[in-house]
C-alpha cells in the first residue's frame, strides 16, 4: 500500500527550464512534508519542507506547493541546473504523531542536460 | 568531517552468516533510525533510536536487532542472514523526532 506516490520514475529537461517533479499522497493524517535529493552512492539530503498549514515554502531555486485537497504536492527548480540531475524522494509524516516515522515515495530521477 | 558515517559501505557475505553495520554521527543529535531500501528503490524505516531509547520498531524480522550504546552511535546486528536481506541500508540522524534527518552513504548488503 503505497501512501506516497511518485508516478514518474524520470523526467529530463534542458539547463535554465524549470523542472517540476510531482507527488501524490492518500493518507489523509499526513500534515508535514519533505523533499530529499540522492545522488548515486550517497544517501538523501534534506532539500525543503512544508507543513500542511501552507501551501508553499520558498528556499532558493526550490519551492515546494501543497494542494491538500487534491493530496498533491510539487517541487519547483528554476532555472534548472545540471548539478540538480539527481533522484528526488518525497516524503510524509503525521507530525501529531507518536513517533516522526517518515514515509517514503520511490523517488523521479531527475536529468539536467546542458 | 561526515555528519553520519557508517561502516562497512560495502558488505558480501554468505546466507546464514551473523553479521554486523555499524553508524555514527557527529552532529550531536539525539535521534537515530536504520532504513532498508529494496530492490524497488523504496525507503523503509526499520528502527529509530531516541537518546538511546527504541522509539520505532517496524515489522522487522527479530533476526535484526539495532543497539544504541550512546546517542552518537547506532549499530544494527544482523543473525543468519537470507537472500532478501540483500539491499542497501541507510542510517540517518535528526535533532529531535520532529527535525530533518541526516543520512549516511549507506551500507550495500549483499547475500551469496
Known amino acids: 500500500d503505497q501512501q506516497v506516490k511518485q508516478n514518474s520514475p524520470s523526467l529530463s529537461v534542458q539547463e535554465g527550464r524549470i523542472s517540476i517533479l510531482n507527488c501524490d499522497y492518500t493518507?489523509?493524517?499526513?500534515?508535514?512534508f519533505l523533499w530529499y535529493k540522492k545522488y548515486p552512492a550517497e544517501g538523501p539530503t534534506f532539500l525543503i519542507s512544508i507543513s500542511s498549514i501552507k501551501d508553499k515554502n520558498e528556499d532558493g531555486r526550490f519551492t515546494v506547493f501543497l494542494n491538500k485537497s487534491a493530496k498533491h504536492l510539487s517541487l519547483h527548480i528554476v532555472p534548472s541546473q545540471p548539478g540538480d540531475s539527481a533522484v528526488y524522494f518525497c516524503?510524509?509524516?503525521?507530525?501529531?504523531?507518536?513517533?516522526?516515522?517518515?514515509?517514503f515515495g520511490k523517488g523521479t530521477l531527475l536529468t539536467v542536460n546542458p | 568531517d561526515t555528519a553520519v558515517s557508517q561502516t562497512p559501505k560495502y558488505l558480501v557475505t554468505q546466507m546464514g552468516n551473523d553479521k554486523s553495520i555499524k553508524c555514527e554521527q557527529n552532529?550531536?543529535?539525539?535521534?537515530m533510525y536504520w532504513y532498508k531500501q529494496d530492490s524497488k528503490k523504496f525507503l523503509k524505516i526499520m528502527f529509530s533510536?531516541?537518546?538511546?531509547?527504541?522509539?520505532i520498531n517496524e515489522t522487522v524480522p527479530n533476526r535484526f536487532s539495532p543497539k544504541s550504546p550512546d546517542k552518537a552511535h547506532l549499530n544494527l546486528h544482523i543473525n543468519s542472514l537470507e537472500l532478501g536481506d540483500s539491499a542497501v541500508y541507510f542510517c540517518?540522524?535528526?535533532?529531535?523526532?520532529?527535525?530533518?534527518?541526516?543520512f549516511g552513504d549507506g551500507t550495500r548488503l549483499s547475500i551469496l
Open positions: 533510536y531516541n537518546n538511546k531509547e527504541l522509539i
Open positions: 552532529l550531536g543529535h539525539d535521534t
Open positions: 540517518a540522524s535528526s535533532q529531535n523526532p520532529r527535525g530533518p534527518q541526516h
Open positions: 516524503a510524509a509524516t503525521n507530525s501529531g504523531g507518536s513517533n516522526y516515522k517518515l514515509t
Open positions: 493518507n489523509s493524517m499526513f500534515d508535514y
